[in-house]
């Protein structure tokens, strides 16, 4: 098994994407309560940084091992953002889009590079934190929703499912415009086209080379 630190789990509802089979997802964001100071870890360098990435959930549990494409990345010390009200979000952005099919659950996979992180939750009971400070507000916590579950390593190898609690998370997907454009397409001296009527169907994009 890959070692981490946390695996978060959560549900792609297709409601929330138009019944889209597939989707892109484009980053996620984090949010962290504190990372290990310069000059002062144990990791072996001076600013240790996390790495991140999406795994595939096989029945019920996530597996760390694997990974989808596109989404193993390594943020660095300077990237990762900490605040005391969970407002302030650390951005994984995948340079190119993770495709994953909706109705499905995914695992995000988070592993320190120095025990000094800490990761903000949402724990059942504690009082929600917001920009003015401390509320005198309860969060439900987790309540075995399409919001998945949070799992945390064990010294053992493995991993304990916490049902209390959730980290805070945001997935990003990306969205497209649909728009009807006229292209000109005018072929050269030496270029010729050859156009097969029983082709239909839309254009989305010419690309052309020497």
């Not at 096989?58 to 596109?70: M, Q, R």
């Not at 916490?162 to 001296?189: E, G, H, M, Y």
Request: glycine residues 6%.
């Amino acid at each position: 098994m890959s070692t981490f630190d946390y695996i978060q789990t959560f549900y792609v509802n297709p409601d929330t994407v138009a019944s889209a089979a597939e989707i892109m997802l484009t980053s996620v964001d984090l949010f962290f309560k504190a990372k290990p100071a310069e000059n002062a870890n144990v990791s072996g360098t001076s600013k240790p940084g996390i790495n991140v990435w999406i795994c595939e959930v096989e029945n019920g549990d996530p597996n760390p091992n694997l990974a989808l494409v596109n989404s193993v990345k390594a943020i660095d010390y300077d990237s990762v953002n900490v605040s005391n009200d969970a407002q302030t979000p650390t951005v994984v952005g995948f340079t190119n889009p993770v495709f994953i099919k909706t109705g499905r659950y995914y695992g995000i996979v988070v592993k320190y590079n120095d025990p000094a992180y800490d990761i903000w939750t949402n724990v059942q009971g504690d009082r929600l934190i917001g920009a003015g400070g401390v509320t005198n507000t309860a969060p439900p916590g987790s309540q075995s929703r399409f919001d998945g579950f949070l799992y945390k390593a064990t010294n053992s190898n493995t991993y304990d499912r916490l049902s209390n609690k959730d980290l805070k998370f945001r997935v990003k997907v990306a969205q497209f415009v649909s728009n009807n454009v006229t292209v000109p397409l005018v072929n050269r001296d030496y270029e010729f086209f050859t156009i097969d009527p029983s082709v239909s169907g839309a254009l989305l994009a010419i690309v052309t080379g020497k």
